[in-house]
């Protein structure tokens, strides 16, 4: 079956280290996108990507890094320049038609 | 004024009624709404999709969109404990603009 694959569930970072989180599609959706969640505020955009090699910033990019090597992988780096990296992150795709996004299942981010 | 305006609830509902939810967004070249239900810890699943203007219906659920007043919405018949999660708005502006805006969700409670 086709889908969005996040990992890992569940995350577990000290302070002052950076960590990657991994999404993978078989989609063959060409943009790919990923949001942070947190309670009271929605979802907010990070970082997206319409193609392979090429990405745009977001509304929160700041502390946040991506690559786009592959068509079907978009990872995410939190960075230890984020201040408040614990969230739930939610990964998604699209195809280039429009319509709407499929959303990964999640990663939830603790830095303890 | 925020694009996509959505009413945060909590909205309870008992078994067997019928729920409406709504959003009002600012945008008039939006052309193409969504809604989708996110369970707690899960990632947003896609339950309905319209373009323009009008009713469409999917079992027990009807999405209406009034573009004249800007006005979304999620009908919910005979709504049973499995309904109760937060359901997001979002809107696009159509083909070939990627990005959607979503409202930050509405949790509903279906009491049994």
């Known amino acids: 079956d086709g889908g969005i694959t996040q990992s890992p569930k569940y995350l577990f970072r000290k302070e002052g280290q950076n960590v990657t989180l991994s999404c993978e599609q078989n989609?063959?959706?060409?943009?790919m996108y990923w949001y942070r969640q947190d309670p009271g505020q929605g979802l907010r955009l990070i970082y997206y990507?319409?193609?392979?090699?090429?990405?745009q910033k977001g509304d929160i990019a700041e502390g946040y890094s991506v690559s786009r090597e592959k068509k079907e992988s978009f990872p995410l780096t939190v960075t230890s320049a984020q201040k408040n990296p614990t969230a739930f992150y939610l990964c998604?795709?699209?195809?280039?038609?429009?319509?709407?996004?499929?959303f990964g299942s999640g990663t939830r981010l603790t830095v303890v | 004024q925020k694009e996509v305006e959505q009413d945060p609830g909590p909205l309870s509902v008992p078994e067997g009624a019928i729920v409406s939810l709504n959003c009002t967004y600012s945008n008039s070249a939006f052309q193409y709404f969504m809604w989708y239900r996110q369970y707690s810890r899960k990632g947003p699943e896609l339950l309905m999709y319209?373009?323009?203007?009008g009713n469409k219906e999917d079992g027990r659920f009807t999405a209406q969109v009034d573009k004249s007043s800007k006005y979304i919405s999620l009908f919910i018949r005979d709504s049973q404990p499995s309904d109760s999660a937060t359901y997001l708005c979002?809107?696009?502006?159509?083909?070939?603009?990627?990005?959607?805006?979503f409202g930050k969700g509405t949790k509903l409670s279906v009491i049994p």
């Open positions: 319209t373009y323009s203007s």
């Open positions: 998604a795709s699209s195809p280039r038609q429009g319509g709407g996004y499929t």
């Open positions: 979002a809107t696009g502006v159509g083909a070939g603009s990627y990005q959607l805006t």
């Open positions: 989609l063959n959706h060409d943009a």
């Open positions: 990507s319409q193609i392979v090699n090429d990405f």
